[in-house]
């Protein structure tokens, strides 16, 4: 049986799923991560570690939740000028989350909640999270308003003490923060390098891709980065989803 403060559904076998179940876990957390470039400094993972954390903590904040394996790859066409990139149309995103609240409601839990943490998955989890909604018995949640979560992001930095605001936020100081949180040894420091700055067409970078944009992938200023900070950006996104979702189960 895994540590009673373990929350990934991964470490668990199906007897103590069943259980869990029994004891009246009925809440389930979907990250929809990306496998895709984060600048000269960041892993192509990065998204899909900013979900794997999210959602274990998202379910530790509920007490009632487990985290299931992060969703990869995601929509990132417009990253594809960029090596080692990996990308998948929305449709096959859409099929692939279906599957994933499908299998979930089988099993028994009441609520599966879809979070986004890569930009380009915010459509098609908006988008395919109502007609899931119809088509199975469990409630499904999508915390899915990338405004949102970049204001949330943003927030954690002043909290973490980085005075230093991103617009749109991509491998920059937020990013980055995070990463040093999670996994430190992840961050090529010594490539951190300064990208575009300033106010970005976020339809400019759908449309025409980020190269576009940024010669070398990046939005904002990595060096700006604390571990301290990226502690605060996961406490305060964590925190913030996990009450809409406590508010989301309770007006059920």
Avoid at 8 to 28: D, H, K, S
Avoid at 220 to 245: H, K, N, S
Wanted: charged letters at 25%; proline letters at 5%.
């Amino acid at each position: 049986m895994p540590s009673q403060r373990s929350v990934l559904l991964e470490e668990y076998t199906w007897p103590e799923v069943e259980t869990a179940l029994e004891q009246g876990t009925r809440t389930v957390i979907v990250a929809v991560g990306a496998v895709e470039q984060h600048g000269p400094h960041l892993p192509l993972i990065m998204d899909t570690l900013a979900g794997d954390e999210l959602a274990r903590r998202i379910a530790e904040k509920l007490g009632d939740a487990l985290a299931a394996p992060t969703i990869r790859p995601g929509c990132s066409g417009h990253h594809m000028e960029f090596p080692g990139t990996i990308t998948v149309p929305a449709e096959t995103l859409m099929d692939l989350i279906r599957s994933y609240c499908r299998s979930l409601d089988e099993h028994g839990f009441e609520h599966v909640v879809l979070v986004p943490t890569h930009g380009g998955n915010f459509a098609p989890v908006n988008t395919v999270a109502p007609e899931i909604a119809r088509e199975i018995d469990a409630n499904v949640v999508a915390v899915a308003d990338l405004h949102e979560l970049m204001e949330l992001q943003n927030e954690g930095l002043r909290v973490g003490g980085v005075e230093y605001e991103e617009p749109v936020i991509h491998a920059g100081a937020a990013e980055t923060a995070v990463v040093l949180a999670v996994e430190e040894g992840l961050v090529r420091t010594d490539e951190l390098e300064v990208g575009t700055e300033g106010e970005i067409s976020t339809a400019r970078l759908l449309s025409e891709g980020f190269a576009a944009i940024t010669e070398n992938g990046v939005l904002g200023d990595p060096r700006e980065a604390t571990q301290e900070a990226g502690e605060a950006i996961l406490e305060t996104v964590a925190t913030a989803y996990a009450a809409q979702i406590e508010a989301e189960r309770d007006a059920i």
